[in-house]
């Protein structure tokens, strides 16, 4: 008896790891403000096709749920802004509407978010002094059916709802909005209901492209470092900087614990003339480097490792909305369900940016650690290809075939050449900062072998870098660690 509740307590503690490494989710936003999409039934079917589990309508459209019923899709609704002032002034209004639109379909239909009110902030009519009113009475209506804690109460909000977001930890809130925004956190967070933003560093370049480069924006590894001078925090990518600016506002406020949700991001793939960055390749390039990086649990400068959930906008085009040309087309797919361009949902595959075909073809090109880079840049460039880049960097680990020379130049020209042949080896993917460089000759020696045209690539991240002073620690390696241990543990356990 008393072994097997040794060995239990390891199988216990290894199940909630694995719960606590789960890594963030990646949903997808399902937009209808269109007259050429297919019928909910045949969406619901490309999601489950696409292998995507999160799905974001902006209503409770009776179709829209039924047709997700028993696809084990999780589905965030919305009560629009124009119901809220319903919502907040009668209970009896919301109890009919969770009777006719919610509780005939759950939990077939497995709905595990509300979001009372869209971007209030930006709407024309200002209902934010209703949001809280409509939530409270949403929760009431949720907690007769005894679903409170199963459904999950919140509302989304733009970048706009703060007054400040540069650098990231000057971020602040909009001191006209704390009349509603204080008694909403709080509600947050006695419910434990993240707090939601829709963020877009598209429009951070498109409306400042002078600030914000479009490498800056694209997560690409060939941005310049911003650093916060408060903190002295260095960002890479405008994301980061969007998501840790609202964190920074949040802390100002007391409410540091509050957990961020993205419920939306994305890309256009087509814009009007001045639009020049809303193309297919820009929208493949951001939404991919956007997926890795959540589900590889990069986290953010301010919370490395941090898991943080995004939803990718939009599923399709939305022809019927107003505004510049870039408004009706972030989607990633036609009408005919076809795709604009190809995604990796995973995170972990071999797409490439460009063209969105498997990569197998170096032209016979490796990408080497480049002679005149410093220690610092290439340092920088191996955790990056490390971490946020997704290359597998288990053979230069100890023990492993490319750990010897035990020099950074050699790790790094590893990883640099991994990165370079899972882009399709693009002149771009060896450029690292200018810490790489291409060669003609094939760098592979003893039993180290460099990936080359027709190489087979791992799909799967590196498990973690080799540890040097000054660099960071894989964000895989809050999970991987501990679980390491209990692995021990448990087999020990079972031993005796």
């Known amino acids: 008896m008393a072994g097997r509740l040794v060995l239990a307590l390891p199988v216990l503690l290894l199940l909630l790891l694995v719960g606590h490494c789960r890594g963030g989710k990646i949903g997808v936003c399902y937009g209808r403000n269109a007259d050429d999409l297919p019928a909910p039934d045949k969406v619901a079917q490309l999601i489950q096709q696409q292998s995507l589990k999160y799905v974001r309508i902006y209503d409770t459209n009776i179709d ?102 540069f650098p990231p930890s000057a971020g602040a809130f909009n001191s006209s909005y704390a009349y509603f925004l204080k008694p909403m956190l709080e509600f947050l967070v006695e419910n ?46 405008m994301f980061d900087a969007q998501v840790d600016s609202i964190f920074f506002a949040l802390m100002a406020l007391n409410f540091k614990t509050l957990k961020i949700m993205v419920t939306e991001s994305g890309w256009p793939n087509k814009g009007a003339a001045k639009e020049t960055g809303a193309t297919p390749d820009n929208a493949q390039t951001y939404n991919t480097n956007l997926i890795r990086h959540v589900v590889n649990d990069s986290g953010t400068p301010a919370k490395p490792g941090e898991e943080i959930d995004v939803y990718i906008f939009s599923l399709f085009n939305e022809n019927r909305k107003p505004g510049i040309e870039s408004e009706r087309n972030w989607g990633l797919f036609f009408p005919d369900k076809s795709s604009i361009y190809s995604l990796d949902w995973t995170g ?130 809050k999970c991987f660690t501990p679980l390491l241990f209990v692995l021990s543990f448990a087999i020990a356990a079972a031993m005796l």
């Not at 840049?377 to 880049?389: E, K, S, T, V």
Request: proline residues 6%; contains cysteine.
């Open 192 to 237: 434990q209901a993240p707090f939601m933003v829709d963020l877009y560093p598209y429009y951070a370049y498109q409306n400042s492209p002078s600030n914000v480069s479009l490498n800056y924006a694209l997560f690409s590894p060939q941005s310049q470092d911003v650093i916060d001078p408060n903190t002295g925090l260095v960002y890479t990518n």
């Open 64 to 165: 829209v749920i039924k047709a997700f019923a028993n696809t084990g899709v999780e589905l965030m609704v919305g009560v629009p802004n124009s119901d809220l002032l319903a919502f907040a002034q009668y209970q009896s209004n919301v109890d009919t509407w969770l009777k006719n639109s919610i509780l005939p379909y759950y939990p077939a239909t497995m709905i595990t978010y509300i979001t009372v009110g869209a971007e209030v902030t930006e709407s024309p009519v200002n209902a934010s002094a209703l949001v809280v009113p409509a939530m409270r009475n949403v929760h009431t209506a949720l907690k007769k059916a005894g679903l409170h804690k199963k459904i999950t109460i919140s509302s989304t909000h733009s970048l706009g709802i703060l007054s400040r977001s």
């Open 348 to 477: 972990r595959g071999n797409v490439d940016v460009m063209t969105g075909a498997n990569i197998t073809n170096a032209n016979g090109t490796w990408c080497i650690a480049s002679a005149n880079a410093s220690e610092t840049d290439l340092q920088n460039a191996l955790n990056w290809a490390c971490g946020p880049g997704n290359v597998d960097c288990s053979a230069i680990q100890p023990s492993q075939p490319c750990y010897q020379p035990d020099t950074l130049a050699s790790h790094a020209s590893y990883a640099f050449n991994s990165y370079y042949q899972q882009n399709g080896a693009n002149v771009v993917a060896c450029d690292f900062g200018g810490a790489g460089v291409r060669t003609t000759k094939d760098p592979s020696y003893d039993t180290c072998v460099y990936l080359a045209a027709g190489s087979k690539m791992s799909t799967t991240n590196s498990t973690s870098l080799p540890a040097r002073s000054g660099s960071s620690p894989h964000p895989s390696a």
